[in-house]
């Protein structure tokens, strides 16, 4: 009887298991997937158009104020969002938070006509609110909804396609601006095709499942949690400020977006021509994609205990990051805000080559840096609920050191 039993259990469940189709639409890895669409349509083409200097403007004040004002709501909106996240669900979330990028593209479109730069800064500041809850919900469903011991693979999964969303973005004011190598904005097509594409993100997020629908393939649920209300969520979140680990990370989430004003404004900017900035990004992002697969690979499969992956990983990031500012500094050092250098372009030879491999290294580190944080945050729970809350503390500290660069 005793066989008979362990029989029966065996076949139930068997029958409890989801069926084995690599792309089932309730898997954590269509999921990611399909959160990392989302991702390579909005704030993927927002990077290419930050990353093009200046916003693609000539002049980089409507820019880069726009930027403070995105920073600074997208500081406390981020750590709002996991909350707000938890209370609606990922679809509602996702939506409204996707469509606060198609207005901060089409206000550059604006300012190309009329500049205007309080339209140009309102949509920043309404961006950095949709940024903040994008980024939680996304966090979540990258941290939670995969296997506990892939986490690190899903991260690169989901950062590839992500930055995919660069790369495109990259090529669009260089394809449509090849023609134009002296100083000038990008033309209005170019943030039109940002829209478009951002538009297409906003509409797929209406395919991404709550996590109590997604089943991973060995049958488990990535959560039961139900929706929270309001009161749980402003305790819990009140709570992150007290919690030690989240603290620890305090540091490592300033300094991951503090860099972005710099390379993009002062050294693509500054250094290089239009077409040129935009191909640099094609570039920069890409090497985000092999970034975040190399260090994907070493948080999970480089040593059999996960404290010994995570401690060699810390290193690798370590000794890149150093290795890689101390070039940024080398470079820095032959130029200043009044002796700025002339416009380099991508047929420049060996002048163009030096500063271009900075250029690549940076977004190499960047995907790295960041998908090594989003493991150890990862580390730290499995539900939804709580890694929501933990990736939107992460986001709202990395923002306000945005803001403040």
Same mark, same amino acid.
């Given at each position: 009887?005793?066989?008979?039993?362990?029989?029966?259990?065996?076949?139930?469940?068997?029958?409890?298991?989801?069926?084995?189709?690599?792309?089932?639409?309730?898997?954590?890895?269509?999921?990611?997937?399909?959160?990392?669409?989302?991702?390579?349509?909005?704030? $993927?083409?927002?990077?290419?158009?930050?990353?093009?200097?200046?916003?693609?403007?000539?002049?980089?004040?409507?820019?880069?104020?726009?930027?403070?004002?995105?920073?600074?709501?997208?500081?406390?909106?981020?750590?709002?969002?996991?909350?707000?996240?938890?209370?609606?669900?990922?679809?509602?979330?996702?939506?409204?938070?996707?469509?606060?990028?198609?207005?901060?593209?089409?206000?550059?479109?604006?300012?190309?006509?009329?500049?205007?730069?309080?339209?140009?800064?309102?949509?920043?500041?309404?961006?950095?609110?949709?940024?903040?809850?994008?980024?939680?919900?996304? !966090?979540?469903?990258?941290?939670?909804?995969?296997?506990?011991?892939?986490?690190?693979?899903?991260?690169?999964?989901?950062?590839?396609?992500?930055?995919?969303?660069?790369?495109?973005?990259?090529?669009?004011?260089?394809?449509?601006?090849?023609?134009?190598?002296?100083?000038?904005? %990008?033309?209005?097509?170019?943030?039109?095709?940002?829209?478009?594409?951002?538009?297409?993100?906003?509409?797929?997020?209406?395919?991404?499942?709550?996590?109590?629908?997604?089943?991973?393939?060995?049958?488990?649920?990535?959560?039961?949690?139900?929706?929270?209300?309001?009161?749980?969520?402003?305790?819990?979140?009140?709570?992150?400020?007290?919690?030690?680990?989240?603290?620890?990370?305090?540091?490592?989430?300033?300094?991951?977006?503090?860099?972005?004003?710099?390379?993009?404004?002062?050294?693509? !900017?500054?250094?290089?021509?239009?077409?040129?900035?935009?191909?640099?990004?094609?570039?920069?992002?890409?090497?985000?994609?092999?970034?975040?697969?190399?260090?994907?690979?070493?948080?999970?499969?480089?040593?059999?205990?996960?404290?010994?992956?995570?401690?060699?990983?810390?290193?690798?990031?370590?000794?890149?990051?150093?290795?890689?500012?101390?070039?940024?500094?080398?470079?820095?050092?032959?130029?200043?805000?009044?002796?700025?250098?002339?416009?380099?372009?991508?047929?420049?030879?060996?002048?163009?080559? !030096?500063?271009?491999?900075?250029?690549?290294?940076? !977004?190499?580190?960047?995907?790295?840096?960041?998908?090594?944080?989003?493991?150890?945050?990862?580390?730290?729970?499995?539900?939804?609920?709580?890694?929501?809350?933990?990736? $939107?503390?992460?986001?709202? %500290?990395?923002?306000?050191?945005?803001?403040?660069?």
């Amino acid at each position: 009887m005793g066989f008979e039993a362990a029989d029966d259990s065996d076949k139930e469940k068997a029958q409890n298991l989801p069926p084995n189709s690599l792309f089932r639409y309730n898997s954590p890895l269509v999921q990611v997937g399909l959160i990392g669409l989302v991702c390579f349509c909005c704030p $993927g083409m927002f990077n290419a158009l930050s990353g093009m200097g200046g916003g693609g403007q000539v002049d980089p004040t409507a820019s880069n104020n726009a930027s403070s004002a995105l920073y600074t709501t997208f500081a406390i909106f981020g750590i709002l969002g996991g909350g707000i996240y938890n209370i609606l669900g990922p679809r509602l979330t996702l939506l409204s938070a996707c469509s606060t990028y198609i207005l901060y593209a089409g206000s550059f479109l604006y300012y190309n006509h009329y500049k205007h730069q309080a339209f140009a800064i309102t949509a920043g500041a309404v961006l950095g609110v949709g940024a903040g809850l994008l980024w939680a919900g996304q !966090g979540a469903i990258m941290t939670s909804y995969p296997p506990p011991n892939r986490k690190g693979t899903y991260i690169s999964i989901f950062w590839s396609i992500f930055n995919m969303g660069g790369v495109i973005g990259g090529l669009i004011p260089f394809v449509l601006n090849y023609n134009r190598t002296e100083a000038a904005s %990008v033309n209005d097509a170019t943030y039109i095709g940002f829209m478009v594409f951002m538009s297409i993100g906003t509409f797929l997020t209406l395919a991404i499942l709550p996590p109590s629908k997604v089943v991973r393939d060995d049958g488990t649920k990535c959560t039961n949690i139900q929706y929270s209300n309001v009161t749980t969520e402003a305790i819990e979140i009140g709570k992150l400020f007290l919690n030690w680990k989240m603290l620890l990370i305090v540091p490592a989430a300033w300094s991951s977006n503090f860099f972005y004003t710099y390379q993009f404004n002062n050294v693509n !900017g500054v250094m290089f021509n239009l077409r040129t900035r935009g191909l640099n990004n094609v570039f920069y992002w890409g090497a985000q994609m092999a970034g975040s697969i190399g260090i994907g690979y070493i948080m999970d499969f480089s040593f059999k205990s996960r404290r010994t992956r995570g401690f060699f990983g810390i290193i690798v990031v370590a000794v890149l990051s150093s290795a890689i500012w101390a070039g940024g500094l080398a470079n820095q050092l032959g130029y200043s805000r009044g002796n700025k250098p002339e416009k380099l372009d991508f047929k420049g030879g060996s002048d163009y080559a !030096g500063p271009f491999v900075l250029y690549f290294s940076f !977004g190499l580190l960047d995907a790295m840096y960041q998908s090594l944080v989003y493991w150890v945050i990862g580390a730290l729970a499995n539900d939804s609920e709580t890694l929501s809350r933990y990736v $939107g503390f992460y986001k709202g %500290v990395q923002s306000a050191g945005g803001a403040v660069a």
